[in-house]
């Protein structure tokens, strides 16, 4: 998380802020205790964050998104499909916004984003 706050240009007291409060408050503290493969899968979430906004906020290369999607499948093999989940939502959140906000027509919108999204699930 702190590497995702300054990412986000965050001062460095802030990112971790950012990282202490992720740690230790809300659903990543909660299934510390009770749910360990959630838990583990929830902890790699900022870090399919992170490489998708690298992508789209530094550069455009690829192995940002496939970085994305070798992190989202780590989740899975932390042992449970929740986290993958919401990972995979916010990748598709993402990927639809910032390819509609470039592009040229619809087709190359379409074509744009689904071949993002397939090399984040690859």
């Known amino acids: 998380m702190y590497s995702l706050a ?6 460095a007291v802030a990112a971790i802020g950012a990282a202490l409060t992720f740690t230790f408050t809300g659903i990543l503290a909660n299934r510390s205790g009770c749910e360990t493969n959630i838990f583990e899968g929830l902890a790699l979430l900022p870090w399919v964050i992170y490489f998708l906004c690298k992508y789209y906020w530094r550069e455009r290369r690829k192995v940002y998104l496939v970085c994305a999607g070798l992190m989202a499948g780590l989740q899975i093999l932390a042992g449970h499909l929740q986290p993958f989940f919401h990972a995979l939502l916010i990748a598709v959140i993402v990927i639809i916004f910032y390819e509609y906000r470039r592009r040229e027509n619809l087709k190359s919108f379409f074509f744009s984003a689904v071949f993002n999204f397939a ?4």
């Open 6 to 11: 300054t990412l986000l240009q965050m001062p």
């Open 119 to 122: 090399s984040f699930c690859w």
